[in-house]
């Protein structure tokens, strides 16, 4: 079965800092969906990004970034001079090919401080 | 009007009573999920729907009951849970449900608390 670790519980920089969030998956398939989701405090999942197996390219929107690494099966994300606005709960999330059950990381709250 | 909409947005109920939550997606897709969020566990998926038929039922309690009348509208009927339940519960919806591919869009939630 498929499992998404996100390791770090709470992270909190100061403005204008870089910081990256781990993301680290299990699963046997071999053709899976990554994600990436914003949960600010309004509580609605925000959909960031998502990734298949099969492209390991990194892609860089704004000041997010987002490295997928098949090899360590991670698929961390980087915000680069991070804001205030930023602040909230970013959920990894893992889906296998053909099924309904998309599985979802702890969750990281990161805080960015003034 | 928002993609997906959720009412109640907080719901305090006694274990003996019965309530409903509403999730309306207004995105034309096919496939609508619940979500249960609990403070100490990850994102628990609940039940998915994909053209109005369940498609998968997490080893949920029978004092959780889904509905979904079209693709449109999805229900949870609620009736004598546990303070165990209090959480908060978020609808999504997605293009097509066995297409894993598909990113969710979430609605705000209902924050529900059983005394």
């Known amino acids: 079965a498929q499992k998404v670790t996100q390791a770090q519980t709470e992270i909190s920089v100061v403005e204008k800092e870089d910081v990256t969030l781990d993301c680290v998956y299990e699963?046997?398939?071999?053709?899976?969906?990554l994600f990436w989701y914003k949960q600010p405090p309004s509580g609605e999942l925000v959909f960031l990004i998502r990734?298949?197996?099969?492209?390991?390219q990194n892609e860089i929107s704004g000041r997010y970034s987002w490295n997928f690494q098949k090899s360590t099966s991670s698929f961390n994300f980087t915000i680069t001079a991070s804001q205030v606005v930023d602040s909230a709960v970013y959920f990894c999330?893992?889906?296998?090919?053909?099924?309904?059950?998309?599985?979802f990381g702890a969750g990281t709250r990161l805080t960015v401080k003034p | 009007e928002t993609g997906v909409t959720q009412t109640p947005r907080h719901l305090v109920m006694g274990m003996t009573n019965k309530k409903s939550l509403k999730c309306e997606q207004h995105l034309g897709h096919n496939a609508m999920y619940w979500y249960k969020q609990s403070a100490k566990k990850p994102l628990e998926l609940m039940f998915v729907?994909?053209?109005?038929?369940?498609?998968e039922n997490n080893s949920v309690p029978s004092r959780f009951s889904p509905e979904c009348p079209n693709s449109s509208h999805l229900f949870l009927h609620l009736h004598t849970l546990q303070p165990e339940d209090s959480a908060l519960y978020l609808c999504?919806?997605?293009?097509?449900?066995?297409?894993?591919?598909?990113?969710?869009?979430f609605g705000p939630g209902t924050r529900l608390t059983v005394l």
């Open positions: 990734r298949n197996s099969f492209d390991e």
């Open positions: 999504a919806s997605s293009q097509e449900g066995r297409q894993s591919y598909n990113e969710q869009f």
């Open positions: 729907y994909n053209f109005k038929e369940q498609t």
């Open positions: 699963t046997r398939d071999t053709t899976y969906y």
């Open positions: 999330a893992l889906s296998e090919a053909f099924t309904n059950d998309m599985r």
